[in-house]
């Protein structure tokens, strides 16, 4: 595979943006971020709309100076560039039956993830351009490394060349919310989806599964409840070490150890071929991630997330999640934690 093309702030023509009415769907996470972020750079607040219902989210774009409109449809209609700036599961829905019907022909819709245009789940118009413009991070920190005057880690890319400018906007739009600062990374919704996805449904399950059966065994073992949490989340090293593994290295932050933690952990890792683990995780790439066998079964579901109680799925998973051993012991050592700041304050 060739090396991605990395997009800088001198690759960006801002000039592809003037005059142009740009909505940001939503004023969530990523949404308060990127809108503030892009008026930062220049683009007008009179052509910057936040469209969103009347509420908290409202509120919050309106104390910060924004125009906003509260229906959606209307907001939409005006749109030269709208950025789908809600949850994904609910992206289809409100696109397909609020969005599209006032959208312009030649307007670019900005995704800041994949998942609904790898799924073909968002109907597009071919005369419009679509655009990835995925921040790695969370909205937070998008808009304190910008006021920092750094960038951020961002894919970027065109879906849809409907305008024949699709990939010129894309990165026009990610030097206005401050990503090809750090330097944009040329991706597609097809490898952010991939990557996203496995991480989720592959390398994070397998990861809880480790710290709760390696919890399980060394309680087995005679090893306390408190010992056991601190040792192997709530003192943050695990934090640290992926810190330091951005920083340094993924290999290169061993050096941080003692010489005992390196040779265990490099002959530990050396020691174990990785056979099963990688067809498993191909298995979960391929037959349930690519093939979009996870997408078609959450589909069924999504609407069932927005229930109270036990009738919501995801509710349903965090009590299964909730009788396991670690997490038993992890409430107790907290509740305890809890008792004993009070009596300290008493
Ligand atoms: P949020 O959960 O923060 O979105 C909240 C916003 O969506 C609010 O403005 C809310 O307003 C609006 N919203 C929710 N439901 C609806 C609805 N049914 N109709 C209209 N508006 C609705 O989303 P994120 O910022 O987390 O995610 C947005 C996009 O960014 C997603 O594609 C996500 O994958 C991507 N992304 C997210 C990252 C993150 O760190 N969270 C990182 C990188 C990308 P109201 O409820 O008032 O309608």
């Known amino acids: 595979m060739p090396s991605a093309k990395i997009f800088y702030d001198?690759?960006?023509d801002l000039s592809l943006l003037e005059g142009k009415t740009i909505v940001f769907l939503g004023f969530g996470n990523q949404g308060a971020a990127q809108a503030q972020n892009l008026r930062?750079?220049?683009i007008p607040n009179d052509k910057i709309l936040i469209a969103n219902r009347p509420d908290s989210y409202a509120d919050d774009a309106k104390s910060k100076g924004f125009i906003v409109e509260n229906d959606i449809a209307k907001a939409a209609s005006v749109a030269d560039v709208i950025f789908l700036l809600i949850p994904d599961q609910v992206q289809p829905r409100v696109f397909n039956d609020v969005v599209q019907s006032t959208l312009k022909d030649t307007a670019t819709i900005v995704v800041a993830s994949g998942y609904n245009v790898f799924f073909k789940l968002l109907q597009f118009?071919?005369?419009q351009d679509v655009v990835m413009v995925a921040p790695r991070m969370i909205g937070s920190s998008v808009r304190s490394l910008f006021v920092k005057g750094q960038g951020f880690p961002c894919f970027a890319s065109a879906e849809q060349n409907g305008t024949g400018k699709a990939l010129e906007i894309a990165v026009a739009l990610s030097r206005a919310i401050g990503a090809t600062k750090a330097g944009a990374i040329a991706s597609s919704a097809y490898e952010e989806t991939a990557m996203d996805l496995f991480a989720e449904q592959?390398?994070?399950?397998?990861i809880i599964t480790l710290f709760r059966e390696g919890f399980s065994v060394l309680k087995e073992a005679?090893?306390?409840?408190?010992?056991?949490?601190?040792?192997?989340?709530?003192?943050?090293e695990p934090a640290e070490i992926f810190e330091r593994a951005a920083e340094d290295g993924f290999i290169a932050q061993l050096k941080y150890h003692s010489v005992v933690?390196?040779?265990g952990q490099l002959s530990g890792a050396l020691a174990l071929d990785g056979v099963a683990v990688r067809e498993h995780f191909k298995n979960i790439l391929h037959n349930q991630v690519l093939n979009g066998k996870f997408c078609k079964e959450f589909s069924k579901i999504e609407a069932d997330l927005e229930k109270d109680g036990?009738?919501?799925?995801?509710?349903?998973?965090?009590?299964k999640t909730e009788e396991t051993e670690l997490v038993?012991?992890?409430?107790?050592?907290?509740?305890?934690?809890?008792?004993?700041?009070?009596?300290?304050?008493?």
């Open 10 to 12: 001198s690759d960006a």
């Open 40 to 42: 930062d750079t220049g």
């Open 125 to 127: 118009k071919p005369t």
């Open 202 to 206: 592959a390398l994070w399950p397998n």
């Open 222 to 236: 005679g090893c306390s409840d408190e010992a056991l949490c601190y040792e192997m989340w709530m003192s943050k």
């Open 261 to 263: 933690s390196q040779y």
């Open 310 to 319: 036990y009738d919501n799925p995801l509710n349903e998973l965090y009590r």
């Open 328 to 346: 038993q012991a992890e409430k107790r050592v907290r509740a305890r934690l809890a008792d004993l700041i009070k009596s300290g304050q008493q």
